[in-house]
């Protein structure tokens, strides 16, 4: 069904393949710029990644101004300050980010205090506060699971407040997506794990979101069925590109599907419980989806039915009847999670993720505030919250 009304955005470019990173010149050029500073962490460097990016610019006139190496994993106003004035002081005109999550968010908020010129993010905190255009940004995904190389959202701690801030813009939108496979294929079984659970649940929540259209639907099916062939391969096989390449195409479109449509009460519980007992949000994602699911099945039974269609593969579906269908579809995620979760060790429940018991009340309050319960199709009161957390406490 078409809604009476839907926004769908995604001007990324995607550059899928194997030594896709050799393009980064020729991106760069085509956009104008010919001195990026490169935005990474210490795990980027110690992994030997940064040599697949260094010689994409062996033989080329564009030249990188600067690196940034010691992106820390909760990055904060004070870092991206720093980062800025390297940025300045090198006469940098363009940015690559080249990492996980905190990478890619950082080099976003550096994007803002430069374009913007102003070292105080708190101003542009919230929705579509950004007005200034902003500089050239190639993303290099080095996971497969945030998906954040093709969103509009960025999240930057505030130290000073204690608070996360969250910023979200078209403006913050990449303008190119380099997903080569030479940056997951060591990416440890465990992470792999989470993060591919993590790029399921974007497209599982997208899918059944109040907020969902037809072509973040279109997303997040081939992002599910992708991840069905791939996901426990790359766990137990990581030294396959073509694995590789796969996940890092799911991630991404997972994330175009998000972008469009946000996530729900998997995520608004994951948050939750990454800052009350610091589970790390795959992790936190995977322990939840079939909860998620099976809270979302009284509003959403028929959408989550056809997810079996991605999820299990054509004859499955075929052979399952209309009615048995959503109740199937959870049943495979569980499938899925067990399967994953045997090949590398990744904990199930929140109990063997060593969360205790007594803070799941502290989880439960601090998940009702999260933005993502606008757009769940059940709302979710502190009760519901309760039940929800007690039982993935104790079961897949
Ligand atoms: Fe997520």
Known sequence: MIPSYYEFHNPVKISSGNKALDNLPYELDQMGASRPLIITDAGVVKAGLMKYVKSAFASSNVVIGAIYDQTPPDSSMDVVNEIAEIYRENKCDSLIAVGGGSPIDTAKGVNIVISENSNDLRKFMGAELIKKPMRPLIVVPTTSGTGSEATYVAVIADKERNVKMPFTSYSLLPKVAILDPRMTLTVPAHITAATGMDALTHAMESYISLQKNPLS????????????????????????????????????????????????????????TGAVAHIPHGLAMSIFLPHGLKYNLKKRKDMIGQLLLPLAGEDFYLNTPKEERAQKTIEKAIEMKKAVNAACGLPGTLKEAKVDFDQLKSIANTALGDGTLLVNPEALEFSDAMTLLEDAYENY
């Open 217 to 272: 639907d279109a997303y997040a099916f081939a992002a599910i069925a992708i991840i069905r062939d791939n996901l426990l391969s790359a766990v137990t096989k990581g030294n396959d590109p073509k694995v590789r390449l796969a996940m890092a195409n799911a991630s991404l479109m997972a994330g175009v599907a998000f972008s469009n449509s946000m996530v729900g009460v998997v995520h608004g519980l994951g948050h939750a």
